[in-house]
């Protein structure tokens, strides 16, 4: 599918009033997964659980790939900065800095810490994970890019937020990152607000590392979804449950 057929199939899917899910692949997915989104909702919060901040302009960009510029093709402040690339004539910028927040990040490029400060982008590293608790981080993330709670949330997680132990089979592994655990408290909280219409989980690719490292990659990954969807805190009963007695 090109990006196009997915901005066009993620909008078609929140139409109906579903909730999306996006599994890539890598992360310029969220260029279209995001202008979907913002088709429908169009005043949308963006939670960025990445080791990148995935803001690099094409010109600012060292290794050129498109996966580390997804945000700034998104964000309408960023515009006079990008420059117009063939085959994205249908990309709207939909966004607005004030409304996406970071978490996780640990790997920052220059042209990147000078856009997350000119436009004091919300941005939570891993030391400010450390130090403030994964519980007030995402409090402090509602509270500045959705305190009311009156906008629809994206997720994107992008699998090399976790620690490489957790999730070795992907392109950019940074040290240093989420447990496990983390991460998927992280999206337990994220689905209590009730708010998230699409998500994307990014950057598994399974064909990096040994067989081994592909499992725990998959496994990680489906255990943050399960997460997300509440497989380790809620049980399903149904009515006619009874207690069985001796
Ligand atoms: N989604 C990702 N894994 N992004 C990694 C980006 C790495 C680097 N900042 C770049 O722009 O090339
Ligand atoms: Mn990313």
């Known amino acids: 599918m090109t990006l196009v057929q997915i901005s066009d199939k993620v909008e078609e899917i929140l139409r109906c009033g579903q909730t999306v899910v996006t599994l890539g692949g890598d992360h310029s997915m969220s260029v279209a997964t995001i202008h979907g989104h913002a088709k429908v ?11 990148h901040p995935d803001i690099n302009t094409p010109l600012t960009s060292a290794s050129g790939n498109i996966h580390g510029m997804p945000l700034s093709f998104l ?5 006079p900065y990008v420059p117009k690339l063939p085959g994205f004539e249908w990309l709207k910028p939909c966004i607005s ?15 990147e810490r000078y856009i997350i400060d000119k436009y004091n982008i919300t941005t939570f590293t891993m030391r ?12 402090r993330t509602i509270e500045a890019i959705n305190p009311t709670l009156n906008k629809k949330i994206h997720m994107s997680f992008d699998i090399d937020s976790l620690d490489p132990a957790f999730a070795p089979s992907t392109g950019t592994p940074v040290p240093y990152g989420l447990s496990l655990r983390e991460g998927m408290f992280l999206v337990e909280e994220i689905a209590l607000t009730n708010k998230v219409t699409g998500i994307d989980l990014v950057e598994i690719n399974p064909d ?3 067989q081994r490292d592909q499992f725990t990659t998959i496994s990680a990954a489906a255990e943050v979804l399960y997460a ?12 006619d449950y009874v207690l069985p007695k001796p």
């Not at 964000?75 to 515009?79: I, M």
């Not at 509440?230 to 399903?236: W, Y």
């Open 228 to 239: 997300f969807f509440g497989k380790r805190t809620k049980t399903q009963l149904p009515s």
């Open 97 to 111: 800095v004030k409304d996406i927040a970071f978490i996780g990040v640990r790997d920052i490029d220059k042209a």
């Open 75 to 79: 964000t309408k402040e960023l515009q």
């Open 208 to 210: 990096l590392g040994s």
């Open 128 to 139: 400010d994970i450390d130090k403030l608790g994964m519980e007030c981080v995402l409090e």
């Open 41 to 51: 909702e169009n005043d949308l919060a963006i939670i960025w659980i990445d080791a």
